[in-house]
């Protein structure tokens, strides 16, 4: 189990398949809307030198096909004693396209001895018209000791919704964020090809980062470029001092 | 024909159609009246309740105020919440969401007014708060199932008080997520859990589980996996699927909480054992870890 893991962490022969046909167009138009608009390009295929969380990239391009994933991180570190881990929760989904869409999925749950500090997922896929894309990322960093947390900052929804339809195509929270070498890349350079209203909704929920555990979040970008598709793509970052730990409800047994 | 008799012909001519414009100008402007006399769904009467007016701009409220609201949390008694008894004959939708903001305002029978509680974006364990509709998207106001308790048994006057409760929020306010596929079946009758293929009925599996005792049953009506969590003073450490339900007929059937009914492990796992949680055994325990949070739990006699 663990190496099935290990393997898709690093590389998903899935993601293979949809790459070959969708390299050039999806990485091609949102590094050409990078060089235009200044936004750091897709960083999904860059080998990290931390450990990363890598899914969903460069699938479910056929058309009308949807493709539904997320990725919880718990991260723990001690910054007296340096003693660190993590949990992984991943959900991958596949299926038609629809409102909702019918997908079936793999869950999998996985600790590690290490930091989890990157989540990439969900970049060049969904180019087939008609296809949902809907991903999200949630990471809680439980840090022991003093740190300083600030907002975390956001590089969303550049070059994005294009290609006709009735306004808004964006329903993008926060608009605009352009930050270079932000902690959250996600829905850049995607929806472009026409279709629906509201089409890209991408958003970064109350999200903090630190010095003390970095985080870097790549998602949905260069997704959903066909008519008719939806990119719905949500984060959440926060850093909360551990020892605190939440009172456990009691159930009536 | 006589004058007279042709200009009462004309009268009564000129009455009948004026009475039929009439008529028909009423029916026309009130079409709730027409729909809900000819064909009352189900739907309509959860949607009963007072909408916002027509024409009515929605603004939210600031953070102030939103800071003031009570959060709506497993453990508060919030009177402004809906009765979602009245849910669980609706069509199981399979959608779920999270939250856009940090509080997300809900509100009860009158949308046009002030908010009753908020919801805060990640629940008590850190996550992120999954979001099960009811009713999606009427009128921009999607109604939703809400973890807490609208009123306690003690006081409702008849002993009995709701045991899941609902409530509207803007639809715009709401993000998608996974979709649940499945919904648990649980008859308390014949003391079982099901799972359930919700889009075309199918039982998957089936387990025997306990149940509430007479005094302490375990509620019917539509409910949600609203998380899960180990907790080593519970169950003995096994996994609590904590659900939005809450004992409908007494305040704290065991410990200090709301009378929260959870789904999990317990070696008492046969016949009318519980406080009105429902016990598992093993087999049953893996297969409910296997459903996502947002899975529908539908609780019949």
Not at chain 1, 22 to 31: E, H, K, M, Y
Not at chain 1, 183 to 199: A, E, M, Y
Not at chain 2, 207 to 215: I, L, N, P
Not at chain 2, 240 to 261: E, K, M, N, R, W
Request: proline share 6%.
């Amino acid at each position: 189990m663990k190496l099935k893991y290990a393997a898709m962490r690093f590389w998903n022969p899935r993601d293979a398949q949809g790459l070959k046909r969708t390299t050039v167009l999806a990485l091609g138009l949102f590094l050409a809307v990078g060089v235009l608009t200044g936004v750091h390009p897709l960083t999904a295929s860059a080998a990290p030198a931390s450990p990363a969380v890598n899914q969903c990239n460069g699938t479910d391009n056929v058309g009308g096909q949807a493709v539904v994933c997320d990725i919880t991180i718990t991260n723990n570190l001690n910054l007296a004693t340096g003693a660190i881990s993590s949990t992984v929760t991943t959900n991958d989904c596949h299926g038609a396209a629809g409102a909702p869409p019918p997908v079936t999925c793999i869950s999998l749950t996985q600790s590690f001895p290490t930091l989890t500090t990157s989540a990439d997922q969900c970049n060049g896929s969904g180019l087939g018209g008609g296809s949902n894309v809907i991903c999200s990322v949630t990471i809680l960093n439980n840090i022991t000791g003093t740190f300083t947390a600030t907002a975390a900052t956001v590089n969303q929804c550049v070059g994005s919704g294009g290609g006709g339809g009735t306004q808004p195509t964006l329903n993008c929270d926060p608009y605009p964020a352009n930050t270079t070498n932000a902690t959250v890349t996600q829905c850049n350079g995607s929806g472009v090809g026409g279709g629906g209203t509201d089409r890209v909704t991408c958003t970064v929920g109350p999200s903090t980062i630190t010095s003390a555990l970095p985080v870097t979040v790549n998602q949905c970008n260069g997704s959903g470029n066909e008519g008719g598709n939806t990119v719905t793509c949500t984060v959440s970052i926060r850093n909360v001092l551990a020892g605190l730990a939440p009172k456990l409800p009691t159930v009536s047994g | 024909m006589p004058e007279s008799r042709r200009w009462f012909l004309i009268a009564g001519f000129v009455i009948v159609v004026t009475g039929l414009g009439i008529g028909f100008t009423a029916v026309a402007s009130t079409p709730h009246a027409v729909s809900g006399s000819v064909k009352p769904s189900s739907r309509s009467s959860i949607a009963a309740t007072p909408s916002a007016p027509a024409g009515h701009v929605y603004t939210r409220p600031d953070a102030a105020t939103l800071a003031k609201l009570p959060d709506a949390n497993y453990n508060a008694v919030i009177s402004g919440l809906l009765d979602a008894a009245g849910s669980a004959s609706l069509p199981l939708r399979s959608e779920t969401f999270t939250l856009k903001t940090e509080l997300t305002p809900l509100y009860g029978a009158d949308r046009s007014g002030v908010p009753v509680a908020s919801l805060p974006f990640l629940n008590f364990l850190g996550s992120r708060t999954v979001v099960v509709p009811v009713v999606l998207n009427d009128g921009g106001w999607t109604q939703i199932l809400t973890p807490s308790r609208r009123e306690l048994p003690s006081g409702s006057g008849t002993g009995v008080a709701a045991s899941q409760t609902m409530a509207w929020v803007r639809t715009d306010q709401l993000v998608a997520g996974a979709p649940v596929q499945q919904h648990v079946l649980v008859n308390v009758s014949k003391q079982s859990l099901s799972i359930v293929n919700t889009a075309d009925g199918v039982v998957t599996a089936t387990y025997s589980v306990g149940v509430g005792k007479a005094d302490t049953a375990t509620p019917v009506g539509l409910t949600y996996l609203e998380a899960r969590y180990r907790d080593p003073k519970q169950e003995a450490g096994h996994q609590i699927y904590l659900t939005g339900a809450h004992s409908s007929v007494a305040d704290h059937p065991f410990g200090p909480d709301q009378g929260l009914v959870g789904i999990h492990w317990n070696a008492v796992n046969t016949g009318a054992v519980s406080h009105a949680c429902i016990r598992l055994n093993a087999a049953g325990d893996n297969a409910m870890s296997k459903l996502a949070d947002g899975t529908r739990v539908l609780v019949v006699k």
